[in-house]
């Protein structure tokens, strides 16, 4: 269930939510539960809904990620958001823990990625089915081995800053499927969508939604 501690904003036209790792953003055939799921459960109790509720996801975050999940409470609104992202007036920033430390403080990533079975793949150039991704780093702390990044989506691929680390000889701690050693607890990876920035659909104003980090490994260790 949803509690009131991980509603991140809520209005009459959004609701903000902070995912746990190992939830799906959406249902599925292979998930029933979900977040989707739970939000509207959370608005049918908190709003006295008897009926269905409309909340669409705005975007989606990877199962084992956590972090700020955005959802339209209205059609317009949701059109509105769907408008914005194609525009690229939504920023998304991220924390990543990988293994081993980037070859610059800060720097940029650009890639070409093909969406495989459940995976994203690193190829030469243009061509096909492949797509540009790049995403913006910096880093925040390192230590024994492992670094903290903070990044900023420019471009929002299939698993593309799991993509772009790994190429790069940096995958994410816990993410197996892109080249890390070991898991981490509960199917989660270091990876937590840290904050999203928008225009709201309805109000003339800017919003920026923050989700505290998880109170698991990694991040009781590297939020702090």
């Not at 269905?52 to 705005?58: D, G, M, N, T």
């Not at 492949?130 to 698993?159: C, D, K, N, P, S």
Request: glycine share 8%; charged share 25%.
């Amino acid at each position: 269930m949803i509690q009131d501690r991980d509603i991140l904003y809520v209005d009459n036209h959004l609701l903000a939510v902070n995912k746990p790792p190992g939830l799906v953003t959406q249902p599925s055939d292979a998930h029933d539960d979900s977040l989707e799921g739970r939000a509207k459960a959370w608005v049918q109790k908190a709003f006295h809904k008897p009926g269905a509720v409309f909340l669409e996801a705005v975007h989606r975050i990877d199962r084992p990620v956590s972090g700020v999940v955005l959802f339209a409470r209205t059609s317009k609104a949701l059109s509105r958001l769907n408008a914005g992202q194609r525009q690229r007036q939504m920023t998304k920033l991220y924390w990543a823990v990988v293994s081993g430390r980037p070859p610059a403080p800060a720097g940029r990533l650009e890639h070409w990625l093909v969406h495989e079975s459940h995976q994203a793949r690193c190829v030469d150039g243009p061509g096909g089915e492949a797509r540009q991704a790049i995403l913006e780093y910096r880093l925040v702390r390192a230590e024994a081995g492992l670094a903290l990044l903070e990044v900023t989506l420019l471009t929002g691929r299939y698993h593309q800053i799991r993509a772009q680390f790994a190429r790069i000889g940096l995958p994410l701690l816990g993410d197996r499927r892109y080249g890390a050693a070991s898991d981490l607890p509960g199917g989660a990876i270091g990876l937590h969508h840290r904050a999203l920035t928008f225009q709201h659909p309805v109000k003339d104003e800017s919003i920026e939604i923050v989700a505290p980090c998880p109170d698991t490994e990694p991040w009781r260790t590297w939020s702090r």
